[in-house]
């Protein structure tokens, strides 16, 4: 079992998650009632809680610093990076670690760990996406072809790129049609007349979107 979810067990909590809205909750309760669960700063970093991530949930310094988090002065915290303005570099959580413990993409970002830290650390796209990073979040760190891998229809990645682009990608004609594209989007999009003959659209579709007689007489002698 890993170290972290035993803690988690050992100090009475069900799980990774639990902890995590304990956590959301002690911003407004404040440190004693923290204290009384068992999460102080020691543990608190032990969980993946360090002092940035702990302030993008809320936490002010004097919270932090009676659950024992060291606070420099001002001036030495403004010439330290947070956690959400680096990539990560091996400081601090793991992103791989806590996927694994099954947190959620809300847990990981209020930890500073967003789509680009958790891909420089090595955390594949399906990956994220199981844990709640949407498909825009993906885009913007991953390739399109490694969101198409996952699973994604045309309807779904329209969203990130255009209809030519989901044609490179090699989504076929059939896909398209099934997905809603009318004979004209796929026209628009660069499929010729014959990926689109063969994709399934109806012979009334095929006529009224006026395609040359030749490729229809073609359709009809291959049926």
């Not at 669960?37 to 302030?55: I, N, S, V």
Request: glycine letters at 10%; a neutral charge; charged letters at 25%.
């Amino acid at each position: 079992m890993d170290k972290r979810v035993e803690m988690c067990r050992s100090l009475g909590f069900a799980g990774p998650q639990e902890v995590h809205e304990t956590v959301v909750a002690g911003a407004k309760k404040g440190a004693p009632w923290l204290k009384q669960r068992g999460l102080d700063a020691r543990r608190l970093e032990h969980l993946g809680y360090g002092k940035q991530g702990m302030r993008h949930l809320g936490y002010t310094d004097e919270i932090l610093a009676a659950l024992g988090y060291v606070i420099r002065l001002a001036e030495e915290e403004k010439s330290a990076p947070s956690a959400s303005q680096t990539d990560h570099d091996g400081q601090g959580p793991d992103p791989k670690d806590l996927i694994k413990q099954d947190v959620n993409a809300q847990h990981l970002k209020s930890l500073g760990l967003g789509a680009r830290q958790c891909k420089r650390a090595g955390v594949d796209a399906r990956d994220l996406f199981r844990v709640g990073f949407s498909l825009p979040e993906l885009a913007a760190e991953y390739s399109l072809q490694e969101l198409r891998l996952l699973g994604f229809g045309p309807r779904e990645m329209n969203r990130v790129c255009d209809g030519s682009e989901l044609k490179r990608l090699g989504y076929s004609a059939a896909e398209m049609r099934t997905a809603g594209y009318t004979i004209r989007d796929l026209q628009n999009f660069g499929y010729n007349e014959n990926q689109i003959i063969t994709a399934g659209y109806s012979i009334h579709e095929i006529t009224h979107a006026s395609l040359s007689k030749h490729t229809r007489d073609e359709r009809h002698l291959h049926h």
